[in-house]
């Protein structure tokens, strides 16, 4: 199971305290009391792996190393190490404690999201020619503690939109021979799939439904993998009883949801054109096509119409690959 939004608590490392020392050396004198070591921070860190939230299904507190003590005789206590979290290109962190939120875009990229604490001052550091012998030391200061929520928006450069059955999981193995579920399922599959086309990456959003946009069904969870689609692919299927209704049921619940979404290239396919007649497929192909000119009928037992939608990536591709 996709694991796509999450909260954790985190909690960077307390500083080590500092201390109060004086010089054990014979004929030597003065403070040696140095500082605690900091708390280690923590950070995100971009990962291409989809599945990396999936860390956080049982476990949900994660801690960075306190800083060391001061030991005396000049020598600073340890720094506590930092706390690396591995999670997925496309995620926003989301602060509920400060309201603060970020994302990570890139693989490797690191964003730091809880400070570790200071190391607290020993005696001397609170040397001067009036105090020879100080008796101050600090503390180490706390380190920033959060709620954290961690929301994955899928990037892909296709997603591919439709409402359930209309035949998405089942082209995205065809042309990716991805190993998404493919079955009559009433309200289709449950999580993402994605497939790869070469340099593209394509993304079978699971079907939406009438008020999806308004969290309807599971269509609220699912819409925000659509918002980081480059382009869409729309299916509907020619068992439709009206495929003109349906595009634009889907069409609104995109727009209730992020109008920019509409404004996203996208093409339209009839889909399962091999179950009915040429005159009646060609009715429903005249309707669609008016509504949306990028539009034109495939079946996956038809390797023309294969080949058609891959002519369609290729271009995607070549595009790409010439920013």
Known sequence: MLIDDVKIMINAGNGGKGIVAFNKNVKSLGPTGTSGGKGGSIYVEG??????????????????????????????????????????????????????????????????????????????????????????????????EFEIRFELKLIADVGFVGLP????????????????????????????????????????????????????????????????????????????????KDYKMIRNELGLYNEELLRKPEYLFLTKSDLIDNSTLNEKLEILTRMNPHTTTVSIKDEASIKKIEKILNKIKDDKLAL
């Open 47 to 144: 990962v291409s792996d989809i599945n990396a939230l999936h860390q956080f299904r049982s476990r949900k507190k994660f801690s960075a190393d306190d800083g060391g003590d001061a030991r005396g005789q000049f020598r600073d206590g340890k720094d506590g190490d930092d706390l690396i979290i591995k999670i997925p290109v496309g995620t926003v962190i989301h602060n509920l404690t400060n309201g603060g939120k970020v994302e990570v875009n890139k693989i490797g990229e690191q964003i730091l999201i809880a400070k570790g604490g200071s190391g607290g001052m020993g005696n001397f550091h609170f040397r001067s020619s009036r105090n020879t012998t100080p008796m101050q030391s600090q503390p180490g200061r706390p380190g920033e």
């Open 165 to 244: 059955n209309a035949g998405k999981s089942s082209m995205l193995n065809q042309v990716t021979k991805a190993k998404s579920r493919v079955a009559n399922y009433p309200f289709t599959t449950l999580e993402p799939s994605l497939g790869a086309y070469y340099e593209l990456i394509l993304a079978d959003i699971p079907g939406l439904i009438e008020g999806s946009s308004a969290g309807k069904g599971l269509g609220i969870k699912f819409l925000r993998h659509i918002e980081r689609t480059r382009i869409l692919f729309h299916f509907i299927s020619v068992e439709s009883a009206d495929p003109e």
